[in-house]
């Protein structure tokens, strides 16, 4: 690998001088240091690639130097060198994350064959990390996971939407990730370092909805005791997001659109009016279309919100997102509780992508820290630790609409959870799955395509 760096920590100035020429010589970059601190500054001011370090070294040993390195450079090689090997000293190298151990003293092309494949590893170690971190980049935005179709498009959505001014319409089920979405748009936005202000409409009473969104003048109404500054103010160049949009009164949604319109409030109270600039980010899981046909929504409103409109994918379409989601709620979870990352059982992965979700990912979550706070310290995760429901027969079933669904929706579903789990089992290898399905690795893919079921890019 011709010009990678290596530093050579060795306190015989004979060794440092022979190595350097016969490194030098095959293109490497060489630099050197006789003891320890000396070759730490180098490292803290070279990029380095590979490390020689020789085990005894004056003042502090080279395995005491060892741990230090990897501080500086985690991703280093380090190949350590002695003429006082003993099993004992290269397994405790070895353990401390040293790539190999050579004795002095050492054939040229020895040295050179171990440099060659430390480097080596270096840089698939590299690689590793750069392709984990574009994984990561990949599928997960602004705290949204998921690397199926429908969240790859929301994605893209959030994108688009968060740079304009233009006022949005976030719908879902509960527990989607609507506000999550709306943190994204606002941190994707010309506002990012302005203000973030959330109302949930369905837990405030009515008669107070006016004074949160616009403000009140001190006596205008019964404990009104000071004034006060509506959302509208507190928000101003920044975002507003207003949740569960569709419970706001008839009344306060024609000043809400005023609002919109006029870009200004005027407190509960209050003779003047007050200029603002804040973006509105709206949610709602009811189907606002069906709340102005039955005019318990404004229409007017609704198109003023609904200028961008995205729709969250419920849980239960998306289910090739379960085991990214289940591993970030299991770091967040022990992280959280000072403990280190437990692993999830085949078993328990497969009860959660056959379960429907009906809370969306705020049951998965919920689930998962129930399961990280009750299984036994070092884990692993396994199917008793999940919620008892998730754990009965028949979890493949689906949930049927109200409304009614066609057989024909019911089949496709099931035969998706189906896959899903042979998926699972197989770690999303086509060839096992189909195999456990009894299909042909040609129909299955046709099938994936079908129903819309990506395969995660290792």
């Known amino acids: 690998m011709a010009q990678a760096s290596i530093l050579l920590i060795d306190d015989e100035e004979v060794i440092r001088d022979v190595i350097s020429k016969l490194l030098e010589k095959r293109g490497y970059q060489v630099f050197s240091a006789e003891e320890s601190e000396s070759g730490l500054r180098i490292l803290h001011e070279q990029a380095i690639d590979l490390v020689l370090l020789d085990l005894m070294l004056p003042g502090r040993s080279g395995l005491e130097c060892l741990k230090d390195i990897f501080d500086i450079a985690p991703e280093v090689s380090v190949v350590m060198i002695s003429a006082y090997a003993s099993i004992e000293n290269a397994v ?67 994108g688009n ?105 005027r407190r509960v109270g209050g003779l003047s009016s007050i200029q603002v600039n804040a973006r509105i980010v709206a949610a709602t899981n009811t189907d606002l279309k069906k709340e102005v ?31 990214m989601l289940a591993d970030h709620f299991i770091s967040f979870f022990c992280k959280q509780n000072g403990r280190t990352k437990y692993p999830l059982t085949q078993d328990a992965l497969k009860a959660l992508i056959e379960w429907n979700w009906p809370g969306n990912v705020r049951e998965l979550e919920n689930a998962i820290e129930r399961a990280v706070v009750l299984v036994p310290v070092g884990g692993p995760i396994s199917p008793e630790y999940l919620p008892s429901e998730l754990l009965q027969t028949g979890r493949t079933s689906v949930n049927v609409d109200p409304d009614g669904s066609s057989l024909k929706d019911l089949v496709l579903e099931f035969e998706k959870n189906l896959i899903l789990t042979a998926l699972t089992k197989s770690d999303w290898n086509q060839k096992k799955a189909a195999g456990l399905l009894r299909v042909n690795p040609t129909t299955l893919n046709e099938k994936l395509k079908r129903l819309n079921i990506v395969i995660p890019q290792e």
């Open 92 to 158: 405790q190298a070895t353990k401390m994350g040293a790539f190999d151990f050579v004795t002095k003293p050492f054939k040229n092309e020895e040295l050179l064959n171990v440099i060659k494949n430390g480097l080596e590893i270096r840089s698939l170690a590299l690689e590793n990390k750069t392709l984990r971190k574009s994984f990561r980049d990949r599928y997960s935005f602004h705290n949204i996971i998921g690397k199926s179709e429908p969240m790859q498009k929301v994605f893209d959505l959030i």
């Open 161 to 265: 939407v968060g740079p304009s001014k233009t006022t949005c319409l976030i719908t879902g089920e509960s527990g989607t990730g609507k506000e999550l979405v709306a943190k994204a748009i606002h941190n994707c936005s010309p506002r990012a370092e302005g203000p973030y202000v959330a109302l949930n409409s369905g837990g405030i009473p009515s008669e107070l909805i006016e004074s949160e969104l616009f403000g009140h003048m001190k006596g205008s109404f019964t404990g009104a005791i000071s004034n006060k500054k509506g959302l509208f103010e507190i928000g101003d160049d920044g975002t507003i997001f207003l949740d569960e949009i569709s419970t706001i009164p008839l009344e306060t949604q024609s000043k809400l659109l005023r609002v919109i319109q006029e870009k200004e409030v």
């Open 293 to 323: 046909r039955t005019g318990r929504f404004r229409e007017d409103l609704f198109y003023r919100l609904n200028v961008i409109s995205i729709e969250l994918p419920p849980l239960r379409d998306r289910k090739e997102d379960i085991p």
